[in-house]
């Protein structure tokens, strides 16, 4: 049985939502809606999308299989790309197999991207937005066994690099172990087990799994930036450090909130770093979506930008106080799973 009321939950959702609208308007945001099906998910290679056949009852379309979205991010910068300024949304993703005490296959994300800024002007607007979804949603949370919706609200956040967290949790600094076997003699040393990890970043995963992630965002939350440059992902290099990205996640009380980067630019760099991640794909027997050529013509053209995309749900537990996804909501997938 749920831990929380549910009408409780579904207040403190209503509460959140309108307080995130409310920051974002006075922001000047424009609020968005883009497609929930999409010819090209997200090529990140241990996410999973739904297939959605498009079988068309006329000769104006041509059968194929579309996707259900697992981020709004690639039609977000194509909006970018056409000077559509700041912008957000509070949209339902889907990703595959996700289910456990903190992931559902059908969540809710804030994603938001705003033009001419980098990742600390991201980092303000978020840090802004969540003490504001912190007061909103203290009505829902009084009474509640472990709810603490002023949380949020202690700013500013903490920024520490993935560096210095590495650092003081294990003594490890990652500066000095450039490949997988240096870095796994290193994190062994300090009681990691990596199993089978040979790469710098497969055996990084299980160091940060088990000596670091918990220990984030206990007392404030923390932003944890600038991430190794092979863990870019979509985001630009640091200028003048090329060995980091300006990447950023969101964590409180060891729980990842929140994923962003100032954005890469480069269509070309874009494109090379999708056909690695298609490659990887293959290479773990997963499927190979095609890349989404409108998404790619759009990254070229757009402006300097930062955007971050923060899971709403898991928001929701922490202001709650709960453990488990399902409570905060009203249908999760163990109804049908």
Known sequence: MPNVNPWRAARGRQGLYS????????????EVET?????????EPYITAFEAPFVPETDLGRARTLYL??????????LLAEGAGPLFQICKVFRNGEVSQTHNPEFTLLEFYRPHADYHAIM????GALAAAGQAAA??????????????????????????????????DLRQHADGASLKRAVEATGVRTGDAQSFDDVFFHLFLQKVEPGLGQ????FLIEYPASMAALSRLKPGDGTVAERVEL???GLELANGFSELTDAVEQRARLLEEQELRRRLGRAVYPLDERFLEAVGRMPPAAGIAVG?????????????IEDVLLFPAHGFV
Not at 24 to 29: E, K, L, P, S
Not at 314 to 324: E, H, N, S, Y
């Open 251 to 253: 964590y409180a009380k």
């Open 124 to 127: 303000d607007d978020l840090e």
């Open 19 to 30: 307080a995130l609208r409310h920051f974002f308007a006075r922001q000047g945001y424009l």
């Open 35 to 43: 497609p929930l099906l999409v010819p090209a998910p997200g090529m």
């Open 69 to 78: 979205h697992t981020s709004p991010e690639y039609a977000m910068k194509r």
């Open 219 to 222: 007392e404030r939350p923390t």
């Open 312 to 324: 709403l749900d898991r928001i929701l537990m922490l202001l709650l106080g709960v453990q488990r």
């Open 139 to 172: 009505d829902a949370a009084q009474g509640a066994p472990g709810a603490d919706p002023a949380f949020f609200t202690r700013t500013p956040y903490e920024r520490v690099t993935v560096r210095d967290a590495v650092l003081r949790a294990t003594g490890v």
